[in-house]
């Protein structure tokens, strides 16, 4: 057996589990990335100071940004309100369909219109 596959079965999630687990994780680590970029743009120092507006220990957030603990939907909600976000969960999958979607409007000769109240009938209109 070669190097490389000994490490695969060594590192790699092998069981259903395992791979959820894992999953789980990465999708984590990916939000908590996104978050300390929110802090900066918030001007949120630290995690201390993050879990004093969340009312929360700073021990939670440490344990959420170790990936000790896994992020719910009620600690997604505190966010929302104290930091003035807004979730939605949206799918790669959805994502990329959305995008073709678009891309093929354009490609037919559509352009993008900008919705405001008095223009809510169509977001793309034929021509230039």
């Known amino acids: 057996m070669d190097t490389n596959r000994k490490f ?13 687990d894992f999953e789980a994780q990465m999708i984590q680590q990916d939000f908590i990335a996104r ?10 120092k630290s995690k201390k100071e993050l879990a004093g507006l969340l009312e ?30 807004h979730y939605s969960i949206v799918s790669d999958q959805y994502g990329r369909l959305r995008k073709s979607f678009y ?19 169509s977001t793309y209109k034929k021509g230039a």
Not at 59 to 68: A, D, H, R, V
């Open 8 to 20: 695969q079965e060594i590192l790699l999630p092998s069981s259903r589990d395992e791979k959820l």
């Open 35 to 44: 978050l300390t970029e929110i802090m900066k743009f918030k001007g949120i």
């Open 103 to 121: 891309g093929n409007l354009l490609n037919k000769g559509y352009r993008e219109v900008k919705l405001s109240s008095k223009n809510i009938q």
């Open 56 to 85: 929360t220990s700073p021990s939670y957030i440490t344990q959420l940004f170790s990936g000790e603990k896994l992020i719910n939907l009620k600690f997604l909600a505190k966010l929302q309100n104290i930091l003035g976000l």
